[in-house]
């Protein structure tokens, strides 16, 4: 029985943030009893990634469990890896609500929560209890009131703070919901954070942890080559290809009509073909010699075969999880486990 079919309707009926939290609320107190189901394990789908070992290759993405409040059940659910996130050094509130709104008809996503977090201090606190046997990442970035310039301060000291709790930290320049984020994409700013960030890994004796880099799905594609440059340059391990997109315009005219232009970012299938189209073209660079984490718009198992034979080494779902619940994950890995 799909309990989620069930309980939707209740939870679609609630403002989609109130949704959320009723879920986080009532999964951490329930999430250390025994599951109902145990997950399917995957032998035949255990792979590396940038030296880590997953059990499978779909992992949830980060901003759903911004503060790593429910690892227990991302494992228990069946999910190969999970990257909690974004944290940012200080503790923020995040943008005024309403910030984040269903677009039911394309089982789409628009956010603009602008990084709401506990902050690095409390959310490694957190990872102290994190499970065993589990890939658990961090994605970080800085907090709103920090200026570009000042940025690499905050990557460097949570990096401190998370990278000796986590298996990998990914960087996170590519959300649009805090302003000016996104220009640190530019290859001079970037080349210039990344060298920043590489000499405190050597710092604290950290050179064998992957870090990857995040990016948005609007950034110009002219810039693939240089940042990949610059990315293995610093002794990266990888990216994330994409973030959510800006381009509201994906939306059916219908959609946009009653939805208003809601400033945010766009995530869910109609972001499918540009993340796709943005990993090949990334690839063409990569050379198969650095890794690449497919995300946006994976809602069934031929997306996630698409994009795993496409070259991506793994990949990531948030908003198909909320349209279809947990048994999503078991739907795309049945899927390719077939083949
Ligand atoms: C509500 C919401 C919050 C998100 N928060 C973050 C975040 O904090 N950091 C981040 O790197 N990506 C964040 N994302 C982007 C997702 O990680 C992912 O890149 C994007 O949603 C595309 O994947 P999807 O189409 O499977 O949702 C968020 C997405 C959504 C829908």
């Known amino acids: 029985m799909d309990l989620y079919k069930i309980i939707r309707p209740l939870l679609f009926s609630l403002d989609a943030e109130k949704a959320h939290n009723l879920v986080f609320w009532l999964s951490e107190r329930f999430q250390d009893w025994p599951t109902i189901a ?3 394990e995957y032998p035949d789908l255990k792979t590396s990634l940038a030296g880590l070992t997953l059990r499978n290759p779909l992992g949830l993405a980060a901003g759903m469990d911004k503060n790593a409040r429910l690892l227990p059940l991302w494992k228990s659910l069946g ?83 998370l990278s000796p709790m986590v298996d990998y930290i990914t960087i996170n320049i590519s959300s649009p919901n805090t302003p ?5 994409q530019d290859p001079i700013l970037l080349k210039e954070l990344l060298k920043k960030i590489s000499r405190q890994r050597s710092q604290y004796r950290q050179d064998n942890l992957p870090i990857f880099l995040k990016l948005s799905p609007d950034i110009d594609p002219l810039d693939a080559e240089e940042i990949v440059g610059i990315v293995s340059g610093e002794g990266f391990s990888g990216l994330i290809l994409t973030n959510t997109t800006t381009d509201l315009g994906l939306l059916p005219e219908s959609e946009r009509s009653w939805l208003g232009e809601q400033p945010g970012g766009l995530s869910g299938p109609l972001l499918f ?27 069934s198992g031929a997306d996630l075969r698409k994009v795993l034979a496409g070259g991506a080494a793994a990949a990531q779902i948030y908003t198909s999880f909320i349209y279809q619940g947990p048994k999503v994950i078991r739907k795309c890995l049945d899927f390719i486990s077939e083949d």
């Open 38 to 40: 145990e997950p399917k």
């Open 79 to 161: 999910f190969g890896f999970v990257e909690i996130g974004t944290v940012t050094l200080k503790p923020q509130e995040g943008n005024p609500r309403p910030r984040l709104f269903r677009v039911t008809e394309s089982q789409s996503l628009i956010n603009r929560l602008g990084f709401n977090n506990d902050g690095a201090l409390a959310i490694a606190k957190r990872l102290e209890n994190r499970p065993d046997d589990f890939v658990v990442g961090a994605n970080i970035g800085k907090n709103k009131e920090t200026p570009n310039e000042a940025a690499s301060r905050d990557y460097q000291e949570s990096f401190a703070i």
């Open 180 to 184: 000016g984020l996104r220009s640190l």
């Open 273 to 299: 073909d540009r993340s796709f189209w943005l990993q090949q073209h990334f690839l063409k660079f990569t050379k198969d010699k650095m890794p690449i984490i497919s995300c946006g718009g994976i809602t």
